[in-house]
C-alpha cells in the first residue's frame, strides 16, 4: 500500500459502508470531488493540501502566488465536476518565523483567487507547524448535473483545455535556473499561475460524458477516467496542444517534448470526452476512447511510445 | 500581527467584503464555524488542523487515538453552534515512511470518529509531507438556529459540560512520566479521547444565549464570547467541575488546579451561557455574565484571582 492510489482504493472501500447520515452522499471517495446533498441541490466539496518542500519551494514562488495558486488547484477538482466554485474553508499551517508581509501576501493571493474562482472564503483556522502549508477545502455547484470520472464511452473524443506540458517545464526551467532563455518566462509563470476555468463549465455541463483536472500528468489522469469508465484510450502525439517555444526550450533543457505534455504535473487543464459528434467545443482533441482497456500513445507514424511512468504520484 | 487573534482579525477585514457568490454567507470568520446557504437549509461548516510537533507528539498517543481526536476537534466546533455533525473531508500529510499499519490505524480512529459523531467521511487528500498534519473540514446541521459566540447577555448563567483541566493534566502527566500514578490514566485518556458531545446539542438549542468550545484554555475561549457579545463576565473557582483525584495530581506536579483548570487548553467541553430561569440544564454553572467588560475570576474568599496568560495561542 505504498502507493497514494492503493491507499486511497483502501480508503474508499473502508468508508463505502460508512454510518449513513441525514446528509445524502451522492458521489464518494475517489472522483474529482464528492457530491453531497445538504436538503437543498448537490453541492461539490473537494480538499487539496500545497505543503512547502513537497508541492512547492518558497525560493520558486511569491507569497500571493503560492496563496493564488492553492484556491485554484482546489477550485479545479470543482470544475473537473462541471461545476462552478462557491465557497472555501482554507486551514494555513505557518513556520515560525513568518514574516507578517508574506503572510498579507499569502492572503492577498488567496483573496484574488477568491474573486477569480468565485470562491468566497467563508472561514479557516491557524496553525503554526515546521513548515508552510495550505489546506482549500473548496465548495460548487453544479450547473446542471455533475459530471463523473466514468462516463467515458467507446468512441467518445478526448479534449484538453489550453496547451499541455507547460507549467512542468516552467518548473524544470526554473530548477535548472534557466528561466532568462528566451520565452521562459511564460512557462514560468504557467507554472505559478495555474489556469482559472469559467465558461468551459457550461460547455462541459452540455456535452461531456467524463471530466478530470490534470493535477499529476495528463496520461495518469486519463487511466483514472478510463478505469473509472472500464474503457481504454488512444491518444495521438501529434496533437498534443503546445504553447509557442515550448518544443525549442525542451530540446534546450534536454526533455522530451510528448513525454513532458503527457506525464509532466501540475498543468491544471482539464481533461474530458465528449461524443464525436458534439460540435463546436472550445478545446483541443487529443485522441479518442477504445473499447480495449489500455492507454495507448501514438507517435507521428502511429508506433506506440512507452513511458518509464504515466505521471506524479506520493509515495511512490 | 505576531498573535493568532491579531492574525485572524485582519483575516476577518480582508474578506468582509469579499465577492458576494451566489451561497449566502449567513456567518462568516471569527465564529467557531461559518454558517453558509448551499441552497437549502443554512450548513455549518469548520476547518481544523492537527499538526505533530505542535499538536501532538507521536510518542504520546497512538495512530487510532490521533484520527479519532482529529475528527472530534473539528466535529467540537460543529456542536459549539448548536449543530449536528453531518458530513467531513480529510486532508492526511503524511512523512516518507509511515508505516502502513499505523496509516491504517489513523483510518480506523477517523472511522471511529466518524461513527460517534455522525459525520460521514465523503473525501478528502492525501499528500506526503515532512511531519503528520490532519486538516478535517466538517459539516454540519443546526439543530434549530446556529447559536454563535455573540448571545450572551447581562445576567446569563456561565455552563460547562463535563470537567475542567482533565485534559492538560493528563498531558502534563504524560511529559513529565507520571502516568502510572494513582488516577493517572483516566486524565491521559482525558486528553488523548477528547468527549463526543450528543444529546447537549438539544439542550443549547432550548436555551444557550451564546457558545463556544473549550480548545484554548476556558478563560480565553469565555473572553472571546464576551467580546463577541460585549459583555463581561465573573467566574467562581469553588464553582469549577473537577474529576475525581484531580486535586490530588495537580498537587504531586506542583501545578494550580485553579489556574490549570481555566487556562490548560484541548478540554473540548462546551461554554455556554443560559438565562438565569432556564431549568433542568444538565452542565454545571461556573459564573454569570455581567455589563462591566472584563473576565473576573474569584478565589473562595471573593477575591480576584490573576493569571498570566488566559491560554494558548499561536504565534505568541
Not at 233 to 243: F, G, H, N, R, T
Amino acid at each position: 500500500m505504498h502507493d497514494e492510489f492503493a491507499k486511497i482504493d483502501w480508503l474508499k472501500k473502508r468508508f463505502e459502508k460508512g454510518t449513513v447520515s441525514f446528509s445524502e452522499v451522492i458521489v464518494g471517495i475517489g472522483d474529482d470531488a464528492a457530491v453531497i446533498d445538504f436538503g437543498g441541490r448537490p453541492t461539490i466539496v473537494t480538499v487539496d493540501a500545497q505543503v512547502e518542500g513537497v508541492h512547492f519551494r518558497r525560493d520558486l514562488i511569491s507569497c500571493r502566488e503560492l496563496g493564488r495558486r492553492a484556491v485554484i488547484a482546489a477550485a479545479s477538482d470543482v470544475w473537473a465536476m462541471a461545476s462552478t466554485p462557491s465557497g472555501a474553508v482554507i486551514a494555513l499551517t505557518l513556520p515560525n518565523g513568518f514574516a507578517d508581509a508574506d503572510y498579507r501576501e499569502l492572503i492577498e493571493g488567496i483573496a484574488e483567487a477568491s474573486e477569480l474562482t468565485g470562491a468566497r472564503i467563508i472561514g479557516g483556522n491557524l496553525s503554526h507547524g515546521h513548515s508552510l502549508s495550505i489546506t482549500t477545502t473548496v465548495f460548487g455547484l453544479p450547473e446542471a448535473k455533475p459530471i463523473m470520472r466514468s462516463g467515458a464511452r467507446p468512441g467518445d473524443r478526448i479534449y484538453v483545455t489550453g496547451e499541455l506540458g507547460g507549467a512542468a517545464l516552467g518548473l524544470a526551467l526554473l530548477q535548472a535556473g534557466a528561466s532568462d532563455l528566451e520565452n521562459a518566462e511564460s512557462f514560468v509563470a504557467r507554472w505559478r499561475r495555474p489556469p482559472v476555468h469559467g465558461r468551459i463549465v457550461q460547455e462541459l455541463a452540455r456535452c461531456a460524458t467524463s471530466t478530470i483536472d490534470i493535477s499529476d500528468g495528463c496520461l495518469q489522469d486519463l487511466q483514472h477516467v478510463c478505469a473509472a469508465s472500464g474503457v481504454g484510450a488512444v491518444i495521438y502525439a501529434k496533437d498534443l496542444p503546445k504553447a509557442p517555444g515550448y518544443l525549442k526550450l525542451c530540446k534546450t533543457l534536454d526533455l522530451d517534448p510528448v513525454e513532458l505534455a503527457l506525464t509532466g504535473g501540475e498543468d491544471y487543464e482539464l481533461l474530458f470526452t465528449a461524443p464525436a459528434d458534439a460540435a463546436g467545443i472550445p478545446a483541443t482533441s487529443i485522441g479518442e476512447i477504445v473499447r480495449a482497456r489500455e492507454v495507448q500513445v501514438l507517435d507521428d507514424e502511429g508506433r506506440p511510445i512507452q513511458f518509464d511512468r504515466p505521471g506524479y504520484r506520493h509515495f511512490s
